[in-house]
């Protein structure tokens, strides 16, 4: 693709397409330029379709509200031949991938430099050495960290075909280049020709790439349209059927109330005053024996309640309390701390005779 700038008329020429400065300003910020990029990265003559992998994989990112068991889902539909790794506001590209990291020697006289391979390059490798076996890569908090400076060019690689391959391939660094070459233990010769001869990678059919992530938390970074229109949104649902310790009880004001009992009371609350549905409590936000323990239940829920779902109108939920240290006495002393409103919601007239 030839980039250049028409003094004369005042336009950017791609190939032999003219463009404004503020069209080209918006071709560039677009999904097209990129696009373009990338079919000029893969223009090889291995197609992905040519590799002979297990097929389905997938770029799932799986979403909720706080305590509804996604990392839980995560582990038990993808933990099989997994890696897993964390996202947090300063993971980086090279965390992700690798870089070269000091290596002290054995005697401890001398550093030297080695290729330390990421999450991401050791799920590749791993799917590359095993194409008849389905391999995972989870990414806890995908929207804690940048997540489009974090894959970089491996946003390329997220496109993909019916079968799961990548639709494009990017090129890698050398370093990255030998590491495969020093691991890659697979005889399928197109593989070996599109990353050992032509330093290309793509994500084979495979390898799920699985993401967790609560859009609710604050401090959290937004994913960008275009990175998410290439991931597959599964909602979690809040359901308390099955949980072992739904009927846990703990004391407010008295009386005794099961665990879902107070959190469907409040999470109906929250969105009858107009909070999203990922602001709500899932079962699993407080754990078997938490319910129950008085100051875990001040510590974990009345600090999220006050902290952020009440955090600009505290009057909304709470009354007689102006300090949260105040508000963690009264509820220990059996005083009331929840607004009329929603202390009827939770104790009925009925019940309070």
């Known amino acids: 693709m030839n980039i250049s700038y028409d003094k004369i008329n005042k336009t950017y020429m791609l190939d032999n397409t003219p463009y404004t ?3 080209f300003v918006a071709y560039i910020n677009s999904d097209m330029l990129q696009s373009a990029l990338a079919t000029q990265a893969g223009s090889i003559d291995i197609k992905s379709d040519d590799i002979n992998f297990l097929t389905g994989g997938k770029n799932i990112i799986l979403m909720g509200a706080p305590g509804t068991g996604k990392s839980h889902d995560a ?9 897993r790794c964390v996202f947090h506001n300063e993971y980086t590209n090279s965390d992700f991938v690798g870089t070269y990291k000091p290596v002290p020697t054995k005697d401890g006289s001398s550093v030297t430099y080695e290729f ?3 999450p991401f390059t050791l799920a590749l490798l791993n799917a590359y050495n ?8 989870i990414i806890e908090e995908i929207n804690r960290a940048d997540a489009s400076a974090v894959f970089g060019e491996i946003f390329q690689l ?3 075909t019916g079968d799961g391959n990548s639709e494009y391939t990017i090129q890698i660094s050398r370093e990255m280049h030998d590491f495969f070459e020093s691991k890659l233990t697979i005889e399928d010769e197109t593989l070996k020709e599109l990353v050992l001869n032509k330093s290309n990678i793509l994500l084979p059919s495979n390898l799920n790439m699985v993401a967790t992530m609560n859009s609710s938390d604050q401090g959290v970074f937004t994913l960008d349209t275009a990175f998410k229109r290439r991931w597959i949104f599964k909602f979690k649902e809040i359901n308390f059927t099955d949980v072992s310790h739904k009927d846990e009880e703990l004391i407010y004001c ?19 005053n107009g909070l999203p549905e990922d602001r709500q409590l899932g079962p699993y936000f407080l754990k078997k024996g938490e319910v129950s323990d008085v100051d875990t239940f001040c510590s974990k829920l009345l600090y999220y309640l006050w902290n952020d779902i009440a955090k600009y109108n505290k009057d909304l939920y709470f009354v007689n309390a102006y300090k949260f240290s105040e508000l963690v006495s009264n509820y220990k002393n059996g005083l009331p701390i929840l607004n009329d409103a929603l ?3 939770l104790i009925p007239a009925e019940s309070s005779l």
């Open 343 to 345: 202390h009827k919601l």
């Open 21 to 23: 400065k503020e069209q």
């Open 75 to 83: 582990d038990r539909d993808y933990g099989h031949n997994s890696i």
């Open 116 to 118: 330390r391979p990421g």
């Open 130 to 137: 095993q194409p008849n076996e389905m391999h995972n890569l």
């Open 158 to 160: 997220l496109d993909r």
């Open 254 to 272: 008295g009386q005794a109330i099961t665990w879902e009992h107070f959190a469907e009371t409040l999470n109906r609350y929250i969105v009858l």
